[in-house]
């Protein structure tokens, strides 16, 4: 599916313009839908780096990188599609040829999962964090085992 950058735009102005603040704010139909296209975009960004994703993990589980750099390096792959599709979002000449396809929103979701243990292991350390490294290894196992049935 086609991006719609004519939509996209009509949100864009109308929730900067909005005099709604807090609640309100985010309870308007309209800011709801923005959120939505630019989370799509967002899933898009994942999608097309599953690769990246799914090779780290690979080192991990072949024991070719430790797991505080595995941890480490995995937050920065995050950061850094994050990153991409804040820049995306604002040039309207790559989001008027940019195209969605449909199902990111597991995949995104099984991240999800890995980049919040990363970083609670991180803040709090193993087992304070009430994971230990064998759970977060069998995560990693269970994310990696749905991430290829959704291939």
């Known amino acids: 599916m086609k991006f719609n950058v004519v939509k996209y ?10 005099k709604k603040i807090g609640k309100a704010y985010f309870e308007d139909p309209e800011v709801l839908e923005l959120l939505n296209y ?3 975009v ?5 999608y097309e780096e ?7 993990i690979q080192k ?3 024991e070719r990188i430790f797991p505080n750099e595995f941890r480490n390096e995995y937050l920065e792959i995050s950061k850094k599609s994050m990153e991409k599709t804040a ?20 995949l995104s979701s099984l991240l999800d999962e ?15 964090a009430g994971i230990s490294e064998d759970g977060f290894r069998n995560l990693l196992q269970k994310v990696i085992l749905e991430m290829q049935k959704s291939d």
Do not use: R
Request: charged share 30%.
């Open 60 to 62: 991990y589980f072949d």
């Open 38 to 40: 630019k989370a799509s």
């Open 42 to 46: 967002h899933l898009q960004v994942l």
């Open 50 to 56: 599953k690769t990246k994703y799914l090779e780290l």
């Open 9 to 18: 735009k009509e949100l864009l102005m109308k929730a900067e313009s909005s």
């Open 114 to 128: 890995i980049h919040e243990a990363c970083q609670c292991i991180i803040e709090f350390g193993i087992d304070d």
């Open 87 to 106: 820049k995306i979002l604002k040039n309207f000449d790559e989001l008027s040829n940019f195209w969605i396809e449909p199902g990111g929103e597991k």
